[in-house]
């Protein structure tokens, strides 16, 4: 990820999420986080890699043997990485919390993780296991989950002046200000019309007037948006990049309910998502490539690119450029025309 130094169509009110001050959504959604499986996530993270590798993948004899689950072994993955298969065994089952980072970068050696995997790995591996309580809390909507960590308070996310000026200033490169929860914080104009025109530009608003559930999501839109699933050609890679960095998210987040809320939410409206989630894929969001069929300018390619921002390590700048005189250059110029309309 980068650093940083130092209306199109028809506009709608849009539901963002489920009613979570409604009681029975609350319990719908506290429900789901209650059945979730009660591994540590460092030891779900170990088990579904472990289930992605077969013997024919790292060079293992099969001799002729029937599983009866997919991937490796316990006891083949830590002959691999060089530890014993009982602690192997006790820090899949998150009885063991105190592995090195030796012997992480061991497993991870073995079970050849990403660069990215790798570092969700060590992360993982300092992530709290246990809260006092776990109980549901109805007056926020959201449930205090052990598998999150100790749970926080979290300040409203507020985008400073400087940086609105920066969105602003940009006003030919489609931009946006995303939050720890993805939610859309701020948006330009040719961010706004490029993603969401169909949603009221003052939207991301309310996130910083205490209102996080009546702004934009990244996350819901991708899911449970109609508009946002049709503008992507290739929505399933658009998902499961959402997905990807939902779980880095989650992790450099411990304790934080509205995270653990807004996962258990999608996992109910969208199968889709409860199935992109089960696989623990960790796709930080970098830079990325994307079609698009966008209902004013037809069809263009952009690149996105997310730009971390050190003085909100929380919050990232996103852009969508196009390749210089291509096309998709003219057809982000054009959208730029029926802005000035």
Same mark, same amino acid.
């Given at each position: 990820m980068?650093t940083?130094?130092g209306?199109?169509?028809r506009?709608i009110q849009?539901?963002?999420? *489920?009613?979570?001050?409604?009681?029975?959504?609350?319990?719908e959604?506290?429900?789901?986080?209650?059945?979730?499986?009660?591994?540590?996530p460092?030891?779900?993270f170990?088990?579904?890699?472990r289930a992605?590798?077969s013997?024919?993948?790292?060079g293992?004899?099969?001799?002729?043997?029937?599983?009866r689950v997919?991937?490796?072994?316990?006891?083949?993955?830590?002959?691999?990485?060089?530890?014993?298969?009982?602690y192997?065994?006790? *820090?899949?089952q998150?009885?063991s919390?105190n592995?090195?980072?030796?012997?992480l970068?061991?497993?991870?050696?073995a079970?050849r993780?990403?660069s990215?995997?790798?570092?969700?790995l060590?992360?993982?591996?300092?992530t709290?296991t246990?809260t006092?309580?776990g109980?549901?809390?109805?007056?926020?909507?959201a449930?205090?989950?052990?598998?999150y960590?100790?749970?926080?308070?979290?300040?409203?996310?507020?985008?400073p002046?400087?940086?609105?000026? *920066?969105?602003?200033?940009?006003?030919?490169v489609p931009?946006?200000v995303?939050?720890?929860r993805?939610?859309?914080?701020a948006?330009?104009?040719?961010?706004?019309?490029? *993603?969401a025109g169909?949603?009221?530009?003052?939207a991301?608003?309310q996130?910083g007037?205490?209102?996080?559930?009546?702004?934009p999501n990244l996350s819901?839109?991708?899911?449970?948006?109609?508009h946002?699933?049709?503008l992507?050609?290739?929505?399933?890679?658009?998902a499961?990049a959402?997905?990807?960095?939902?779980?880095v998210m989650t992790?450099?987040?411990p304790?934080?309910?509205?995270?653990?809320?807004l996962?258990g939410?999608l996992?109910?409206?969208?199968a889709?998502f409860a199935?992109?989630?089960?696989?623990?894929s960790?796709?930080?969001?970098?830079s990325e490539?994307?079609?698009?069929d966008h209902?004013?300018?037809?069809?263009?390619?952009v690149?996105?690119q997310t730009l971390?921002?050190?003085q909100?390590?929380?919050?990232?700048?996103?852009t969508?450029?196009?390749?210089?005189g291509?096309?998709?250059a003219a057809?982000?110029?054009m959208l730029?025309?029926?802005m000035?309309r």
């Amino acid at each position: 990820m980068g650093t940083i130094v130092g209306g199109c169509t028809r506009r709608i009110q849009t539901r963002f999420c *489920l009613p979570l001050t409604d009681a029975g959504k609350a319990d719908e959604v506290s429900a789901y986080l209650a059945t979730m499986d009660t591994k540590s996530p460092l030891g779900e993270f170990l088990q579904a890699r472990r289930a992605r590798l077969s013997p024919d993948d790292v060079g293992l004899p099969r001799y002729g043997d029937r599983r009866r689950v997919p991937g490796l072994r316990r006891e083949e993955l830590a002959m691999l990485a060089g530890v014993s298969a009982g602690y192997y065994t006790r *820090l899949e089952q998150g009885q063991s919390l105190n592995a090195s980072p030796e012997v992480l970068d061991s497993i991870a050696r073995a079970m050849r993780l990403t660069s990215a995997e790798r570092d969700h790995l060590h992360v993982l591996s300092a992530t709290p296991t246990r809260t006092a309580g776990g109980v549901p809390d109805r007056a926020r909507g959201a449930t205090a989950d052990r598998r999150y960590g100790p749970e926080r308070r979290y300040e409203p996310e507020r985008v400073p002046a400087e940086l609105r000026t *920066l969105l602003a200033a940009m006003e030919q490169v489609p931009a946006l200000v995303v939050g720890r929860r993805n939610d859309v914080l701020a948006w330009n104009r040719a961010g706004h019309a490029l *993603l969401a025109g169909h949603v009221d530009f003052g939207a991301p608003d309310q996130h910083g007037a205490g209102h996080p559930d009546a702004g934009p999501n990244l996350s819901r839109l991708v899911f449970l948006d109609a508009h946002t699933r049709a503008l992507y050609q290739d929505w399933t890679k658009k998902a499961r990049a959402a997905v990807g960095n939902l779980r880095v998210m989650t992790a450099r987040n411990p304790g934080d309910a509205g995270l653990a809320a807004l996962v258990g939410e999608l996992a109910i409206a969208s199968a889709d998502f409860a199935r992109m989630w089960a696989e623990h894929s960790i796709e930080p969001c970098d830079s990325e490539i994307y079609e698009l069929d966008h209902p004013v300018v037809g069809r263009l390619t952009v690149t996105q690119q997310t730009l971390r921002i050190p003085q909100q390590p929380n919050q990232s700048l996103v852009t969508m450029t196009a390749e210089p005189g291509s096309p998709s250059a003219a057809a982000l110029t054009m959208l730029q025309h029926t802005m000035s309309r």
